[in-house]
C-alpha cells in the first residue's frame, strides 16, 4: 500500500464523459447504535468510484472501468471527514482512521523491495559516477484481498488480481473492530477486451480524471504522467488504460509525457479552465482555481497525543498533566514512597496556519526535577518544514546545558522540491515513492521520561490564500 498526494476534487460541468450513478445500497452497521452506511457507484472517464457515505465522513476507492477478470490493476482510496468546525473534523478524522477498505475476491500485488546491485564495468560517461542500477524484482501475487487503511490528509494506493472466471469483486469497509459496515459489489467482464493501441489525448479540463488508453501493466507504481512537468497522479489504471488527475491551474497548450515502464509516449494537449462544479471521485476545491501568485496553505490539526508508561516504572505513582502549552510530570524522586518532585516542559505551540514561504519560530523550556521528566525533541518531519540554518530540532534538556531554546523554520513547496531535484537527477525518480511525494506537513514534540510523552500537530489541505 502506498501513500499518494492529497488531490484536489472536482471536474468541469461541461465534460464529455457521462457520470453514471448505477448503484445505491444502505447497509446497516454493526456497531450498536451507528448510523447505517449507504454506498453507491459512480463513473467518469475511464474511473469507477464506490462511495461509502457514513455517519463522520465519506470513504471513496477509485477503480478502473473496465475491470475484467485475470487482470492486474491499481486504485485510490480518498476520504473526506465531515464536520462544522475543527474540533468536529479532527475529532471525524481521528474516527475515520480506524476504517479499513478490503477489495474481496482479489489478490493483493506486493510491489518487491528495489535492491542496489553495484555495476558489473564501470557507469558510462553520461551517468553520474554514483549511480547504481536497481535489480528490479517481479511483483508478488498473494493469496489475500488487499487491506488498505484510511489516512485522513493522504491518498493510498492498492495493486490487486483479479482471478481467471471472477464475475465481479465486493468493496468491503471495516471499522476499528474490524466488523463489515458495508459492502459495495462491483461487476467484472468475464474476459477482458483487445488492449487499444496508446493513444495521447489532445484535450484535456483542469482537475479533472484525464484517461489514456494504451497497454499498461495495471501497476501505477511503474507509472508516471506528467503536463508541463507537473505531476499528474494516476488515481486507477488497467492493463489497458491509465485515468490521473489533471494540475488544477495548467491552461492552454501543454506537453505531455506518459512514463509506462520506462516508456516514454510524448504530446501536446490542450487545458480547458475548469466550468463549474460536480462530483467526480476528486476532493472539491473549498474556492475557484486562485491566480498564479498564491500558494497552498495548510491548516493545523491536533495535536493527537500518545503516552506510554515504560514497565519498570508502572505503579510507581507517576503522572502527567498535558495543556496547549506545556507538559508537567509528578512522581517520586527515585522510588515509590519518595518525596514526590515534579517537572515542566513548556513549548509554543506551532501556527494554525502555514503556507510554503513562511517563516515560522518554535520555542521551548524545561524547569524542574529531570529525574521524572523534563527533556524533549520539538520540531518538524522536514518534508514541508525546514530549519533555519541549521537541520536540527528544538532539543532542550538541562543537564546537556541547554534548558531552553528557540529555533527559526521555513515552509517550503515540497512537491516543487521533488520535482526540481528530479529535473537534475531523474535516474533517482524510482527512489521517489508515493509516500514521500505527497507528504503533509508534520510538527512533534517528543518528551522521553517516567511516562513518555509525543504530541503530533498533522497539518491538512486548506483553501488557497496570497502571500503576504
Avoid at 506537453?255 to 487545458?271: A, K, L, P
Wanted: positive net charge; contains cysteine.
Amino acid at each position: 500500500m502506498n501513500c499518494n498526494s492529497c488531490n484536489l476534487r472536482f471536474m468541469a460541468t461541461a465534460i464529455a464523459a457521462v457520470t453514471l450513478i448505477a448503484t445505491s445500497i444502505v447497509c446497516s452497521a454493526q456497531d450498536s447504535g451507528q448510523a447505517p452506511v449507504t454506498s453507491s457507484i459512480k463513473k467518469t472517464n475511464g474511473l469507477e468510484t464506490v462511495e461509502f457515505d457514513t455517519l463522520t465522513g465519506t470513504v471513496e476507492v477509485n477503480l478502473p472501468d473496465d475491470l475484467s477478470a485475470t487482470d492486474t490493476i491499481s486504485g485510490t482510496v480518498l476520504v473526506e471527514p465531515k464536520g462544522e468546525t475543527k474540533e468536529e473534523i479532527a475529532h471525524n478524522e481521528d474516527t475515520l482512521r480506524g476504517y479499513v477498505v478490503e477489495i474481496e475476491k482479489t489478490q493483493e500485488v506486493e510491489e518487491p523491495p528495489t535492491e542496489k546491485k553495484p555495476p558489473a564495468k564501470p557507469p558510462s560517461t553520461n551517468k553520474p559516477p554514483n549511480a547504481i542500477p536497481p535489480v528490479c524484482k517481479p511483483p508478488v501475487i498473494t493469496n489475500k484481498p488487499p487491506q488498505i487503511y484510511v489516512v485522513p490528509g493522504c491518498t493510498p494506493t492498492y495493486t490487486t488480481r483479479i482471478p481467471n472466471g471472477c464475475g465481479t469483486i465486493r468493496i468491503v469497509i471495516r471499522n476499528r473492530g474490524g466488523d463489515a459496515v458495508c459492502n459495495q459489489q462491483v461487476t467484472c467482464n468475464p474476459k477482458p477486451p483487445a488492449c487499444p493501441p496508446t493513444r495521447i489525448p489532445t484535450q484535456g479540463t483542469c482537475g479533472t480524471p484525464l484517461r489514456i488508453p494504451g497497454r499498461c501493466d495495471g501497476r501505477s507504481s511503474t507509472s508516471r504522467v506528467t503536463i508541463n512537468g507537473s505531476n499528474c497522479p494516476v488515481l486507477a489504471e488497467s492493463p489497458r488504460q491509465q485515468v490521473c488527475e489533471t494540475p488544477l491551474t495548467t491552461t492552454g497548450t501543454c506537453n505531455i509525457v506518459r512514463n509506462e515502464q520506462g516508456v516514454r509516449t510524448c504530446g501536446t494537449i490542450t487545458m480547458k479552465p475548469p466550468m463549474g462544479l460536480i462530483n467526480s471521485g476528486l476532493r472539491p476545491p473549498a474556492t475557484p482555481a486562485p491566480p498564479a501568485a498564491t500558494v497552498f496553505a495548510f491548516e493545523r490539526t491536533g495535536p493527537f497525543v500518545t503516552q506510554e508508561t515504560p514497565s519498570c516504572y508502572a505503579d510507581q505513582g507517576n503522572t502527567v498533566n498535558i495543556t496547549n502549552s506545556s507538559i508537567s510530570w509528578t512522581g517520586p524522586q527515585y522510588i515509590k514512597g519518595d518525596p514526590m518532585v515534579s517537572s515542566t516542559f513548556n513549548y509554543q505551540a506551532p501556527p494554525e496556519i502555514i503556507a510554503a514561504g513562511d517563516k515560522i519560530t518554535l520555542s521551548a523550556s524545561t524547569s524542574g526535577d529531570e529525574r521524572v521528566g523534563t527533556q524533549g525533541q520539538y520540531g518538524p518531519d522536514h518534508s514541508w518544514i525546514k530549519p533555519l540554518p541549521n537541520p536540527r530540532s528544538v532539543t532542550l534538556s538541562k543537564g546537556y546545558g541547554q534548558p531552553s531554546g528557540t529555533f527559526q523554520f521555513e515552509v517550503i513547496d515540497y512537491v516543487k522540491f521533488l520535482d526540481d531535484a528530479l529535473k537534475q537527477h531523474p535516474e533517482y525518480a524510482d527512489r521517489v515513492t508515493p509516500e514521500m511525494r505527497n507528504k503533509m506537513p508534520m510538527i512533534y514534540l517528543y518528551c522521553p521520561g517516567r511516562i513518555n510523552v509525543r504530541l503530533e500537530w498533522r497539518y491538512v489541505p486548506l483553501k488557497k490564500r496570497k502571500l503576504h
